[in-house]
């Protein structure tokens, strides 16, 4: 039923005002020209080209402003794990010399990494250099990674350490994995070994997204049913299932 006397509250104005800022800054952002490594993971080659190929998403499937809020929140989180990491002893570096993040690019540009950083120091118990690398996630998630493990919880999350470890010759001791708890900010640690066979898997379904897009050839979609839960959740969803 229409209700023709609601009036728009402070908060529900607030709130508009405030996301349509952030999807004003989204949208001006420059897109980035290259496949990023932190999202080789992802179940679908066909959905990872799509997004290399900067194809437009399916109406109604850009980001929100509540979930441009939550990636400035994983933002500030992480800042705050590079000072209580510091706090702690450990001699973490998120820069280069020349200012600039820890990085790595590939094939001509086309493939891309930023690592979160490098911890060359600090106390025992940990073995150096090793990548360091950091999420913030909501209390959900967050128990899953408890409970099964980088590995198996958070399969995107492995293949962008081992591919990490792999392009920045970090690939000798374990990676150093932390996750903080968004509602209530405790920690999650593990110390993750190099998974060279994950690595090689991930660097040639670059290869294949990279060629494939340059040639014009849509690679298969991962599933066969547009209701499975990675379809449904799928930005170019509509745009994957028009086509054979």
Not at 22 to 47: D, H, I, M, N
Request: proline content about 4%; glycine content about 8%.
């Amino acid at each position: 039923m229409l209700d023709f006397n609601h009036t728009v509250t402070p908060a529900e104005r607030l709130g508009a005002l405030v996301d349509q800022s952030l999807q004003a800054t989204e949208a001006k952002a420059t897109r980035r020209s290259y496949l990023g490594a932190s999202r080789l993971g992802v179940a679908c080659e066909r959905a990872l080209q799509y997004e290399y190929a900067q194809a437009p998403v399916d109406p109604g499937q850009g980001f929100s402003g509540q979930l441009l809020r939550i990636f400035r929140r994983g933002h500030v989180i992480e800042d705050c794990m590079v000072e209580w990491l510091r706090l702690a002893g450990f001699d973490l570096r998120t820069r280069d010399r020349h200012g600039e993040p820890f990085g790595f690019s590939m094939l001509d540009g086309q493939l891309q990494g930023h690592v979160d950083g490098v911890l060359v120091g600090g106390p025992e118990g940990f073995a150096y250099p090793c990548l360091w690398e950091n999420k913030c996630l909501n209390a959900k998630s967050w128990r899953e990674l408890q409970k099964h493990g980088l590995a198996v919880a958070k399969p995107v999350y492995a293949a962008q350490v081992a591919v990490y470890q792999a392009y920045l010759q970090l690939h000798e001791h374990p990676a150093l994995f932390t996750a903080v708890n968004a509602d209530t900010l405790a920690l999650y640690t593990e110390l993750v070994p190099f998974d060279g066979a994950l690595a090689q898997r991930m660097s040639d379904r670059a290869v294949k997204v990279i060629t494939a897009t340059a040639v014009g050839e849509l690679l298969p979609r991962s599933f066969t049913d547009r209701t499975h839960l990675t379809c449904r959740q799928c930005a170019w969803q509509d745009r994957c299932w028009r086509h054979t």
